[in-house]
């Protein structure tokens, strides 16, 4: 069956420290991969998107890298702070021949970043 | 003012009654979706719709019914509610089916 993995375990950094998340997924040959930030009591936030063609992308403090050999993300953030604690979740979009096939998000994983 | 609603924000309602979610969003977008969140299963797709007119099942849509007459406008309808269905929904919006735009989401609770 497919699954999209990430650590369920709360992930505890220091400020100013690099965040590194993972995000593993079987059985699925996604066409990209999101990431998403999600508050408590508010939905999910899109912060990038990465294509199967692209090793890495970068938006300000945010690195994101998709190995489709290893089928895994990993979410950095640099420079860590406090208001970076969030819950962060990644998704995967597929395609079939009929078009999209739907989008799939992990559970998330919840990160604390430590004054 | 622009962006993805949804309401109520807050329902209560008993096992067997009707309950309709409604999301409106201002973007113009082709593709909504419904998901609902629990804990220990994450975000899980309900149904989704490509333009009016156009909807399709996502991973979980036993028990839900939707309809998109207008682009904008995306109900939600749980038809005899059950005690499973007490969730937190979100309503989200795209207009290529890459990123997505989440309204605030309903707190639903059947009792």
């Known amino acids: 069956s497919q699954k999209i993995e990430q650590n369920s375990e709360a992930l505890n950094i220091q400020e100013g420290k690099t965040a590194t998340l993972t995000c593993n997924y079987t059985?699925?040959?996604?066409?990209?991969l999101q990431w998403y930030r999600q508050d408590p009591g508010r939905g999910p936030v899109f912060l990038l998107l990465i294509r199967e063609n692209e090793k890495e992308k970068r938006k300000e403090r945010l690195k994101v890298t998709f190995d489709t050999t290893l089928k895994q993300s990993l979410f950095h953030i640099t420079a860590s702070q406090p208001a970076d604690s969030a819950t962060y979740l990644c998704a995967l979009v597929k395609y079939s021949g009929g078009g999209a096939d739907g989008l799939t998000f992990g559970k998330g994983t919840h990160l604390i970043i430590q004054p | 003012d622009a962006g993805i609603t949804q309401s109520p924000r807050y329902k209560i309602t008993e096992t067997g009654r009707q309950v309709t979610l409604m999301c409106h969003q201002t973007w113009s977008h082709s593709y909504m979706f419904w998901y609902r969140q629990d804990l220990g299963h994450g975000l899980r797709l309900i149904y989704y719709s490509a333009a009016a007119d156009i909807t399709d099942k996502g991973e979980v849509p036993d028990g839900y019914v939707v309809s998109r007459s207008k682009t904008e406008n995306f109900p939600l309808t749980l038809e005899s509610a059950t005690r499973s269905q007490t969730s937190v929904y979100f309503c989200?919006?795209?207009?290529?089916?890459?990123?997505?735009?989440f309204g605030p989401g309903t707190r639903l609770t059947v009792t």
């Open positions: 989200a919006s795209s207009g290529t089916y890459s990123e997505q735009y």
């Open positions: 059985n699925y040959s996604p066409a990209y």
